[in-house]
């Protein structure tokens, strides 16, 4: 083991004793809470929705009003 090993691993018990998360119920990417499922806490992408609830209410209002919606997307040949 490292020296930085030696030293920062008593460390991580102490802040992971802090955290919600710990080793039964560890924060990944299949965890709900970092999953896009109507919340405001996840991010990630579930049935193609990216973000909290509040950021996908925002994007849908933003497309109504933009040329570009999921019918007519914007990238480089469209540019």
Sequence with gaps: MS???????PYR?????KNTY?????YTVGH???LSTGDENGKGE??????GATDI?????????NKYNNNKEYYAGTA
């Design 3 to 9: 020296k930085l090993e030696d030293v920062s691993i």
């Design 13 to 17: 018990k102490i802040l992971v004793a």
């Design 22 to 26: 710990d080793n039964n119920d560890q």
């Design 32 to 34: 709900p809470d970092a």
């Design 46 to 51: 579930v049935n193609g929705e990216v973000g």
């Design 57 to 65: 209410k925002v994007r849908k209002t933003l497309i109504a009003k």
